[in-house]
């Protein structure tokens, strides 16, 4: 059973900085090109940031460039998103994937996210 599960998340003012984690269980993380994504309330699931299975190629989102920095420790089998420069825009549910699913349209493996909240 593939389980993938977020952290990190939290409450922080405009111009904070947090760092989310994303671990998986039954899926061998370091293998695929992975992405996290992001759901704000009343709005679609959009993509944040992808990176490669090596970590050596990273694409991001126009809204979070030059602020937010997707990295990868395969070893762990962890992926990390490092938002800095928060924004009340970036309040949403994050979570992490694999690429070849959200290409596939394959959404069964969905975890329950990370809520962040950016307020003053």
């Known amino acids: 059973q593939v389980q993938f599960v977020e952290s990190g998340g939290g409450s922080v003012q405009p111009g904070g900085s947090l760092r989310l984690s994303c671990t998986a269980s039954?899926?061998?993380?370091?293998?695929?090109?992975m992405t996290w994504h992001r759901q704000a309330p009343g709005k679609e699931r959009e993509l944040v940031a992808r990176?490669?299975?090596?970590?050596?190629?990273?694409v991001y989102a126009d809204s979070v460039k030059g602020r937010f920095t997707i990295s990868r420790d395969n070893a762990k089998n962890t992926l990390y998103l490092q938002m800095n420069s928060l924004k009340p825009d970036d309040t949403a549910v994050y979570y992490c994937?694999?690429?070849?699913?959200?290409?596939?349209?394959?959404?069964?493996?969905w975890g329950k996210g990370t809520l962040v909240t950016v307020s003053s």
């Open positions: 994937y694999a690429h070849r699913w959200v290409v596939a349209g394959n959404g069964n493996y």
């Open positions: 039954g899926f061998t993380l370091s293998t695929y090109a």
């Open positions: 990176i490669s299975s090596s970590g050596g190629g990273t």
